[in-house]
C-alpha cells in the first residue's frame, strides 16, 4: 500500500514539473517550486518562495534534472530572484545537440547583481553558442531536444523564485489567429520619449523605457532612468539584454520573463489585460531595408516598444502602441497597422509582466529632504544619507558602483530635467532658475536604491531652531532681570 501511494506520489510530481507543449514554434516554461526541489541542490534550500541558501553557506549550486523539450534552434532564458546588494546570480544551461547525440558546455547568461559591473558574455564551443541573451545550435537546421538549466547564488538574503526557458524552432509554423480577437482592447495611455531622457544615454535606452511603461501599468511609480541603471549590460555596453531587461520586473516581486510569441499569443496576452514589450526593427520610408511602418517615427536596426492593445478599423486590426522613438511623450502614443507591426516583429520576443506575486523589494526608494546650505544658490541633502552624492556621482553612472542619475521634476509641469550640478557631497545647484519649494530631486544609484528630496518646509527647520532660540530668550531676560536688580539696589 505504501509502495503505491509512493509511486502516485512520484507520478504526480511528474505530471506537475514536466511542461506540456503544443504544436507552435515556440515553447515557454517556468522552472519553479516542485521543479526546483526536483533538481539537485548544493548548499540550498527550498520552500515556497523560492530557493535560499542553507544556513552558514555563502554560495549555493541548482542543477536541474536534464528536461526533454520539443525541437528548438534557439533558447533565451530570464528569471525572478531578489538580489540584495552584496549578492549575485548566474543563470546557465546547456543544449542537447540531437545530430551530435551528445550535450553541449554550459552556456553562462552572465552574472546578475546590484551592480553596473554586472555582464552577460558571447561563448560557446562547436554545438552551440550564447550571445548576450540568446543562445543558439552551431549547424545547418541544427536543433537541440534536450535542456538543462544551472544557477549559482552567492551571498547573504539572495532567493530565485524562477527561471524561465522560451525555446524557438522557424521551422514550425505559426498558428492561426483565433477569430475571437476581433474586439477592442486598450490600456491607459501611458507613454515615455527616450529621446527628451537622460541626455548620455537617451538614444539607447529603449528597451529601459519599454519595461518602465509596462510597470508603471502595473501601478509602479518608476522614472525610466531607474530601470535603465539597473539592467545595464556592461559587456553589450548598453541596455537592450531581453534577459536583464525582463528579469529587473522580478526584483519589484512580479512574475516577469522574456518569451518568443506569435501573433495569437500575443492577441491573448493584451487580451488578459497585459501590456507587453516587443522586440522589432521597421523602417519609416518605404523600399529601405527594414519592414516599412506607417507612421513610425524614424527607421531603426533594432528597438523595443510597448503594446497596449488593439482594435479593428476598416477591416484592419490596428494594435496601440507606446513608441519612445517618438520625439515626446505625447508623440509616443501611436496605433500601427497589424500587418505592418506583425513584419517588423521579426524576433518574436516579448518582455511579460504579470501580477505581482510577493511584497518583497530589492529596488527602493526612499524619501528626504535638502535644505538651503551655507552657500547661496546651493542646497544640501538632509538626515541620513544611505549613499554618498558627490561630483562624480554622475561620471560612475556605469563605470563602478555608487555612480547614478540625478534629474528632478517641477510640479504642475510634466517634463523631466537633467540640468543639476553636485558642487560637493550631497551638495547641489539648480542650473537654472527654478523656484526649489516646486521642485522633486530624484538620486537615482546603480544600486537599485533612488533617494527622492524634497526641499525641507521652512516650519521644520525653525521647528529645530526654535528650542535654542527660547534658551537664549531666556537667558537674555534672566541677564535684563539681574541688571535691574542690581541698578535698584545701587540707588
Not at 548566474?90 to 554586472?118: I, M, N, T, Y
Not at 538543462?148 to 526557458?165: F, K
Amino acid at each position: 500500500m505504501k509502495k503505491r501511494i509512493w509511486l502516485s506520489t512520484l507520478l504526480l510530481l511528474a505530471l506537475l514539473v514536466t511542461p506540456v507543449f503544443s504544436e507552435s514554434p515556440f515553447a515557454t516554461v517556468f522552472l519553479e517550486r516542485e521543479a526546483f526541489s526536483e533538481g539537485k541542490l548544493e548548499n540550498l534550500e527550498w520552500t515556497q518562495d523560492g530557493l535560499i541558501l542553507s544556513p552558514g553557506t555563502e554560495k549555493g549550486v541548482f542543477v536541474s534534472r536534464e528536461l526533454d523539450v520539443p525541437p528548438f534552434e534557439s533558447v533565451v532564458l530570464s528569471w525572478n530572484a531578489m538580489t540584495p546588494i552584496g549578492t549575485a546570480l548566474e543563470v546557465e544551461a546547456r543544449l542537447f545537440h540531437e545530430d551530435a547525440q551528445k550535450w553541449s558546455d554550459w552556456l553562462s547568461w552572465g552574472v546578475w547583481r546590484k551592480s553596473p559591473v554586472k555582464r552577460s558574455v558571447s561563448t560557446g564551443d562547436e554545438l552551440a553558442e550564447i550571445s548576450y541573451d540568446t543562445a543558439q545550435l552551431r549547424g545547418v537546421d541544427a536543433r537541440a531536444t534536450k535542456i538543462q538549466v544551472r544557477a549559482t547564488l552567492q551571498g547573504e538574503g539572495i532567493r530565485l523564485r524562477r527561471i524561465t526557458y522560451t525555446l524557438y524552432d522557424s521551422s514550425v509554423p505559426e498558428r492561426e489567429v483565433c477569430a475571437e480577437h476581433t474586439g477592442f482592447s486598450q490600456l491607459p495611455e501611458v507613454a515615455y520619449s527616450q529621446q527628451i531622457r537622460e541626455p548620455g544615454i537617451a538614444s539607447v535606452m529603449c528597451s529601459a523605457v519599454t519595461m518602465c511603461t509596462q510597470l508603471v501599468l502595473s501601478g509602479e511609480d518608476l522614472l525610466p532612468e531607474e530601470v535603465a541603471l539597473s539592467q545595464y549590460d556592461a559587456y553589450l555596453d548598453g541596455f537592450g539584454n531581453w534577459s536583464y531587461t525582463a528579469s529587473f520586473a522580478g526584483e519589484l516581486g512580479y512574475k516577469s520573463y522574456v518569451t518568443y510569441a506569435d501573433e495569437e499569443e500575443l492577441l491573448r496576452l493584451l487580451d488578459e489585460g497585459r501590456a507587453v514589450g516587443m522586440s522589432v526593427k521597421y523602417s519609416n520610408t518605404e523600399g529601405e531595408a527594414y519592414p516599412y511602418i506607417e507612421g513610425a517615427p524614424l527607421s531603426t536596426a533594432g528597438h523595443l516598444l510597448t503594446v497596449r492593445g488593439y482594435e479593428w478599423r476598416d477591416g484592419e486590426r490596428y494594435y496601440f502602441v507606446s513608441d519612445s522613438a517618438a520625439g515626446s511623450d505625447e508623440g509616443a502614443l501611436l496605433s500601427y497597422k497589424g500587418g505592418q507591426l506583425m513584419d517588423a516583429w521579426i524576433s518574436r520576443i516579448l518582455y511579460v509582466v504579470e501580477d505581482k506575486e510577493t511584497q518583497e523589494n530589492s529596488i527602493e526608494r526612499k524619501e528626504i529632504l535638502f535644505a538651503p546650505s551655507k552657500t547661496e544658490g546651493e542646497y544640501i541633502l538632509q538626515g541620513d544619507i544611505p549613499f554618498s552624492v558627490g561630483k562624480d556621482f554622475r561620471g560612475n553612472a556605469f563605470k563602478q558602483a555608487g555612480g547614478g542619475i540625478i534629474a528632478y521634476m517641477i510640479e504642475g509641469d510634466s517634463n523631466t530635467y537633467y540640468d543639476i550640478q553636485m558642487t560637493g557631497k550631497n551638495q547641489f545647484r539648480f542650473m537654472n532658475d527654478v523656484s526649489a519649494e516646486d521642485v522633486t530631486v530624484y538620486f537615482m544609484s546603480n544600486e537599485g536604491m533612488t533617494l527622492v528630496a524634497k526641499m525641507e518646509e521652512e516650519s521644520s527647520v525653525w521647528s529645530l531652531k526654535e528650542p535654542i532660540l527660547t534658551i537664549v530668550a531666556f537667558v537674555a531676560v534672566a541677564l535684563i532681570t539681574v541688571v535691574i536688580k542690581r541698578i535698584t539696589i545701587i540707588r
